[in-house]
Every structure is written in C-alpha cells, then in structure tokens.
C-alpha cells in the first residue's frame, strides 16, 4: 500500500470490525499509509489488547530502525476504537476481520 501521506495526499477514511490479530495489523498498515481507522470490536478490552499489540509491534519496528518513534506516533493518531457498528459510518471502507467462525460473521452482517 503506498505512503498516501508521503505523496502529499490525505488519506481517507476505513473501518475495521474485528480487533484481533488480523484486524489490528490490517488498522497499523492502514494508518501507517495515512487512513484515518476506526477499529471496532465487542468489548474495551479486545480493543485495549488491540492497541497494546500496534505498540508492541511498533516498539519492534523502532528499535530496529525501521520505523521512526514520530511516524508510529502520528500513525496510532490516526487509529481510534469503537465498540458501536454505527461509528463506521461514512467510512470509504469497511474491512470484516472478526473471528473465522460463521456464526460470529453472521452476527456482524445482521448487524
């Protein structure tokens, strides 16, 4: 995915339902490429380990000299959490990543 930031655009706006380990890293590369993301999950506990794992993964990427301190800053500014459907709204796009059982993906599509 392109550095929109870099390029001198604004990035858009994606919604992300599922916090887990496919949602999180698909909200870190999405921020990262200058998305505004709206990660949403069931509980403030799913989201809470969500972003103590964009950290950790981030702190991994700094102390290698991959990533700059400021970029993982200004990219986990550009992530927020919900645990509301409805904050999606007036998202460019929306990603389903919630957990591979179809009673659950069903749930969320009823939604």
């Known amino acids: ?5 870099s390029s001198g655009q604004s990035g858009g706006r994606i919604g992300i ?11 870190t590369v999405a921020a990262h490429a200058g998305y505004d993301v709206v990660l949403r ?3 403030a506990e799913a989201l809470d380990r969500a ?16 990533l700059s301190a400021d970029d993982a800053e200004a990219a986990r500014g550009r992530i927020s959490t919900t645990t509301e459907l409805a904050d999606l709204a ?20 009823d939604e």
């Open 90 to 109: 007036g998202a460019e796009l929306v990603v389903e990543a919630v957990f591979e059982r179809i009673e659950v993906k069903r749930l969320v599509f």
């Open 41 to 43: 999950d069931t509980t």
């Open 17 to 27: 339902v599922g916090a887990g380990m496919m949602g999180s890293g698909i909200a």
């Open 51 to 66: 972003l103590a794992a964009i950290v950790a993964s981030q702190n991994r990427f700094v102390a290698k000299n991959l």
């Open 1 to 5: 995915m392109p550095n929109r930031q």
